[in-house]
T-cell receptor
């Protein structure tokens, strides 16, 4: 699986958009970008995934650059409950596991 | 949220005792996985199953065995627990193993081996 690089930590004001970047410069053509988050001691929660097009669901938007070497997860209106560690994962086709790195610790500030 | 439950949610046991953790799903997904999460190591795959009675090893399988007698249940057994197996254990499920197949995780079991 391609390696990802994320900032260690970020802050975001409540009600503002949280933009979480991820670099995956070695991504291959058949690898998807996934985002999960983990709120303290809970199981990882799936947020969104995409291959090359931008994606949006009820939780977030995923913006993938045209060269696919980086992506940004956008939480449009961050709330205190969005405080969590966010993981960007590149998923190879027919791999067994998701490789969770160290992620970005997002703190939403009142 | 995907219908995944894990039991027990917390367990304290002593070194040398057997321990079985259960993962139950209501989604009828083919694939089930056991991970452990430790500080500094992220999530590491222990074993996974690709169908009833079909299982295979993951990255850190030593000291663990698994069984899947029904689609909905995946059991993780520590035959003789050791302190190094103190961890948080997560079960995950997925419909298939392709790159577009999302893994959904359970709430976790916190195991302490004294």
């Amino acid at each position: 699986d391609a390696k990802t690089t994320q900032p260690t930590s970020m802050d975001c004001a409540e009600g503002r958009a949280a933009n979480l970047p991820c670099n995956h410069s070695t991504i291959s053509g058949n690898e998807y970008v996934y985002w999960y988050r983990q709120i303290h001691s809970q199981g990882p929660q799936y947020i969104i995934h995409g291959l090359k097009n931008n994606e949006t669901n009820e939780m977030a938007s995923l913006i993938i650059t045209e060269d696919r070497k980086s992506s940004t997860l956008i939480l449009p209106h961050a709330t205190l409950r969005d405080t969590a560690v966010y993981y960007c994962i590149v998923r190879v086709d027919y791999g067994n596991q998701f490789y969770f790195g160290t992620g970005t610790s997002l703190t939403v500030i009142p | 949220d995907a219908g995944i439950t894990q039991s027990p949610r917390h367990k304290v046991t002593e070194t040398g005792t057997p321990v079985t953790l259960r993962c139950h799903q209501t989604e009828n997904h083919r694939y089930m996985y056991w991970y452990r999460q430790d500080p500094g190591h992220g999530l590491r795959l222990i074993h996974y199953s690709y169908g009833v009675k079909d299982t295979d090893k993951g990255e850190v399988s030593d000291g663990y065995s698994v069984s899947r007698s029904k689609t909905e249940d995946f059991l993780l057994t520590l035959e003789s627990a050791t302190s190094s197996q103190t961890s948080v254990y997560f079960c995950a499920i997925s419909r298939d193993r392709g790159a577009a197949d999302t893994q959904y995780f359970g709430p976790g079991t916190r195991l302490t081996v004294l």
